[in-house]
């Protein structure tokens, strides 16, 4: 059964294995961030970080980089936005344009449509404001959880989860959670992670996941998390 299923707030087994020390949520991230401070951020976070924060361009730049590399969706998303990154301007932009723009994104024609489509329904439906809520969000074509809570998290600071694989992946490694499908681990996380890391959690793992806790051959040797991570499923290592 998944650790998050018992109450109150379980976390990881008290008693940790042996050379192991307990899991502590507060010294992960303390430790994730000195290991990843000079990776590349995530394409989301490197767009807030570039001016590029708002709800609306958040929630466009997360449906482009769905299947798309960050090394791809960030100068897309950039390209984008320097024309249009307001509702009003993307809706009154052709699909042809959007589809020019994103060039280079998986999809582009059925994004484009989807962009534009979003675009025109919050300028007229909604006052020119993003929705607010995963319901508003996703009724949105091409918007899935996943979206809509990057969007929540990264534009409106809420303190909702977005999982990806490498969060999935790097979480069931701790043994802080134990699941097998990502809207599993989404659930467990929900019921132990401190809010304060709700947003964080994806900013830190997918570079620590993309460069550290491979999915491949993970880097544990020289991981500075190894006394706290209980390696579930790692048989091969550098
Ligand atoms: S010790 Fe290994 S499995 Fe655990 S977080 Fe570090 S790289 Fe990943």
Redesign the pocket.
């Known amino acids: 059964m998944p650790r998050a299923a018992r109450q109150p707030d379980p976390g990881p087994d008290p008693v940790p294995p042996p050379g192991k020390d307990p899991f502590d949520i507060d010294l992960v991230f303390g430790l994730l961030r000195e290991a990843t401070a000079g990776l590349p951020k995530a394409a989301m976070f490197e767009l807030r970080d570039r001016g590029h924060g708002t709800p609306f361009e958040q929630l466009v730049s997360a449906l482009i980089s769905a299947r798309t590399r960050d090394e791809v969706s960030l100068p897309v998303s950039l390209r984008l936005f320097a024309v249009a990154n307001t509702p009003g301007a993307m809706a009154a932009l052709p699909e042809e344009r959007i589809v020019e723009l994103i060039h280079g994104a998986t999809f582009p024609e059925p994004k484009a449509r989807d962009i534009k489509e979003l675009s025109r329904r919050i300028a007229e439906e909604h006052g020119g404001r993003t929705p607010d809520t995963l319901e508003g969000l996703t009724a949105f074509r091409g918007v899935g959880p996943k979206i809509a809570g990057l969007a929540l998290g990264i534009g409106y600071g809420l303190p909702v989860i977005a999982v990806d694989i490498h969060v999935h992946r ?1 979480t069931n ?2 043994g802080y959670v134990a699941t097998k499908t990502p809207e599993a681990t989404l659930a467990a996380l929900e019921a132990i992670l401190p809010r304060t890391y709700r947003v964080e959690i994806n900013e830190r793992l997918v570079p620590f996941g993309k460069h ?2 491979t999915g491949v051959a ?3 040797s020289t ?1 500075p ?2 006394r706290q ?1 209980q ?1 579930v499923g ?1 048989t091969d ?1 550098e």
């Open positions: 790097v490694r701790w550290i806790c993970p880097r544990c991981c998390l190894l991570c390696q790692v290592h």
